[in-house]
């Protein structure tokens, strides 16, 4: 469902929410490609797409690293669009190019539904929401 970029970049940004507190906290791309066992070229290139989106902030040099900017809020759906775009919501169940509600493939309006309640449940969660459920320990995001 997801790109195994937008799965990482989910991580990322729960870790990195994580590691947020009082005041201003720069996580190395080091510090996170350990934490989530993830490659760390990989881990730089998901890093440097997520501030390009504006989802998190960087600060270059040797104390530098990522962060996410206190009070701000990011949904999944947020995630998604800065990494997959918005062909998850949009794009035709079967893969035809000219699927639409006056031009519907078989499946159109029998999984339009899902796809437009998928939308609704990305919005709505927040990745602050996420970082409770790990913090209370009703789930983590490394196995």
């Known amino acids: 469902m997801f790109s195994k970029r937008c799965i990482y970049a989910m991580k990322i940004m729960i870790y990195l929410a994580l590691q947020g507190g009082v005041g201003v906290k720069y996580t190395g791309v080091s510090q996170v490609s350990e934490a989530l066992s993830s490659p760390r070229a990989y ?3 998901v890093l440097q797409q997520l501030s390009r989106a504006k989802l ?3 600060i270059k040099g040797p104390n530098g ?3 996410l900017e206190p009070g701000r809020t990011v949904s999944m759906a947020d995630i998604v669009m800065a990494m997959d775009g918005d062909s998850l919501f949009t794009d035709c169940i079967l893969g ?3 699927c639409t509600d006056e031009r519907p493939c078989p499946a159109h309006f029998r999984l339009k539904h899902l796809r437009e309640y998928l939308k609704q449940e990305l919005e709505t969660t ?6 409770e459920i790990i913090r209370d320990g009703r789930g983590q995001i490394k196995y």
């Open 56 to 58: 998190l902030k960087s």
């Open 126 to 131: 927040h990745i602050e929401e996420m970082k």
């Open 65 to 67: 690293g990522f962060y």
């Open 96 to 98: 035809f190019e000219a």
């Open 43 to 45: 881990t730089a290139k």
